[in-house]
């Protein structure tokens, strides 16, 4: 019997937390309790912008690596970041999750940072919630001061937002004390935050996700199992994307109803104004496309692979349902 | 070898390397790092030294920068310059004299008036650290200055700072809530009765104590006229403005916790410079030995997070928590137990660490037994804040040491600090017996 | 010369808390009037706390402000106290060596691999890494010359210094006052 660490800078709680663990027993499940896994929560071992060097270099065996601290080394990854018409949770994670598995120049540049994809994650749909203030419009965030994250929080600078460094943490605190009018964030995360009880709308916007968040395994350690536990560390790293989606979903859908029955407004954003905030978002999918050509990888032809993923995904299901559904 | 088995020889070679006078931070980096090359150099079975550098030096080193890299915690070097300029611009001391000539009929007033402006300076900052370093810098010196008992002026601030995360704001309460997906504003209004029972608890052992020994805080020899008072509590005026400045900018919506910090290292700058009481010369001496403190209380952070890294690795933690867990106690006894560990560990740990080992365990044990998970936190919080005072790693009490230097030796602070231990086991009781003190607040809201 | 490089880079340490103090207020400041900000405030505040806390360690050691827990100790002749701090210098050796060692590695890969911040300047990470290095390895240097000097003092029979005051000036304070 052999334990591996799994080095975790989050909480063991939530539905990410769920899902990791859900990956931890179905790879001992799957290798009749041949491997098992330690999970080390809450950045014991180290904090997230640590992570990458604390898998490459062996600190712990495995570990989540969240694409946002490394935008140089996780530039391929970033690919699920970009504020690309991505909304859905499980067609984001599948599609991202396929095109890490399969596209061999990635694999080669994790390698030689001695890294092993085996599995990803999302923050699932990117989404705004503000004080005394609604966004029914693109145009809206003009003059607010907004807590934003990644390209999403750029496009909101671009159109007019001030933007306040703060952490998801801070926002209820932020939005209460009114230094900030509106927080980005996630339907599950504004619940389990309570920042429904300080909120007074909340917009769907249908845009796009944070997605480059997922489990990286060291090389050496990887190498050193039997093919028959390779195989089965990554049969278990896709099946996290169907167990976070069912999970996610689910939590996002209560956690909304939650908000309508604290007395937020919720809004569903127009779909040419999501437009909009899709087009604004272009120069930071261009600009993305150049820094992955620079840094080795066919920039252009990775984001066609993604956006056929995406449909592809889409499709199957509309045509099927989810698979927690089937 | 067995994981456990390393982290309690750790924990020994730690106590045997500070008893040799090993400075605090060497002993917890240079333990934790050979702790670590053990683990690693084990893993596998067979002995592979050459294996275990890499993942040794990387994590002794990701776990250091990164305490250091943070910009949350540049509130400490802030608030800490705010406490000298302050100082040296007389803003601290006129704070004093108006203590001084208001309290003067109060046994050990200046000591009280000491904690109750750590219970008012908590209620804006989030850390025990940063509550205690600036508190302890405007109080301890002055309170030394009047003459006060060694052991009174400084464990009294010492202790007072760990209101810092009882009291709202408090970043204790946060990395719980996020463990724990309680509220952290319930948490937060939880924390409020708690501390000022806490605060009441200090004062109390500060009476006694003068009580018992009325030299400990000599009484002010004089008259006083109404016309004295007057005058003191007029010049008083920075402090209480540098005071409502953080209040109003924190509550107004104006600046985050942190920006506080800087806003106010400003503000006290202009009143300084205005009032041509502090000169170019005083505020760059101010910086030097912020720079000095701040380095020396981060090597030890620095090294205890090295050191929390370590103890993760080997299990220790979980293993104890764990065992407590099959032994299914009584409710009761479940309490004292978890007690026993937090105070044990934190003997050794600083909160946070001790938090993200045990918390991922403890909390499902804990709701099994059918506890109440915000009445829980509330207990946590006061345990590891009692952490922060014991011996032999008491961050607070170096805090303290820091800033008075050489005029106190840290022995003498500890010494001190039992009367206000033996108080805290009092409230801590009260805390555990009685869940209406914690729950009082959030549940009438 | 050692002398002279660790007031330095303690005054270096003092224009970081200055600067990083300034970039908080303005970018406060920017807010609250003009409803605008500064990119990338938190970036360079965390890397400004690297400058200081790391480069005062040597001026750290030379003061001698490493917290020592002594109430085991005191209870020894001066002569056995004296073979304690040169023990507990040696050790802090040992400890720092591999942070050392590590800092070393860590900036020479950041250095190559061209790893920089998500935001809006992409700041290179190397810097605070660079910065790291040399406050660590000032502090180790002025650790071992200590050391050096505190085995001759006990050889020709003195006592090495225990600590000196950590902050000189408290006491400045107190004469100016008595
Ligand atoms: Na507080
Ligand atoms: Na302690």
Redesign the interface.
Known sequence: QTTL?LGEAG????ARAVATQAFADDVTARTNGDLVI?I????????A??AL??VS???ADLGTIIG??????MIAYGIADLPLLNADAWVGMRATDELMRTDPIIAANLADQDLVYLGTFTTSAVNIGCKGAAIRTAEDVS?L?VRGV?AYG?VFRDLGA?????SI??A???MD????DCSQGYSYAVA???QQ?VMTSYTLMNWGQVGALGIFMNKYAYDALTPEQQTAMNDAGVGMADTLGELITADNDAAVQTMKDAGVEVIELDAAERDKLVERGAPYIDAWVEQATAAGLDGAGMLDSYRALLAKYTEERDAQGYPWTR | MDGTLIGLCAFAAVIGLLALRVPIAFALAGIGTIGTFVI?ATRTGAFTPD?AV??T???VF??S??LIHSYDLSMIPLFIALGHIAYRADITTRIYDAARVWLAKVPGGVAMASVVGCGGFSAITGSSIACASTMGRICAPEMLRMGYDKGLATASVAAGGTLGSLIP?SVLF?IYG????T???SLFLAGVLPGLLSLAGFLLAIYIWVKSKPSAAPAYQGEITMQDKLNAAIGAWPAVALFGLIVGG???????ATEAAAICVAAACVIGFAQRKLTWRDLWESLRETCIQTSSIFLIAAAAKIF??FI??T?VASDIVASVSDAQLSPVLLLAAIAVIYLILGMFLDPI?I???T??LMVPLVESYGFNLIWFGVVVVKLLEIGLITPPVGLNVFVISNVVGKAVPIDKIFAGIWRFLAIDVVVLILLMSFPIISLLIPNSL | MLYRIERLLLDLACCAVIALGALITASVLL?VTL???IPD??VMVRELMVVAIVLPLAAATTARAHIVVEFVSNRLPMRAQGMLVIFGGMFGLLALSPLLYAGWN?TV?MIT??????G?L?LPKWPGRVLFLIGMSFCWLRLLLLVIGDIRTLRAGGIPALSETTSSTFVEDEKDRA
């Open positions: 660490i909480p063991n709680r939530g330690d080390q929560w809450g950045g014991a071992l180290f904090k912008d640590a060097q604390g270099d062996g600190v946002v601290y490394f935008p140089q080394e003059g001061k990644g750029d001030n933007m306040v460094a703060m943490y801070d209820y605190q932020g004390t009114g230094l900030l389990a935050l309570k009880e | 690693f294996r890499r993942p030096t990387s994590l990701s776990n920068f990164d704001p946060i996020i463990f724990t997906e509220s952290i504003s924190i509550y107004g919506g104006f600046f985050t929390v890294a993760a690795l299990g660490g938090m993200v080992l918390l991922p | 807010r409803n605008s900000g405030t938190i860590e890969h691999s061209g790893s920089y911040y998500f809006q992409n």
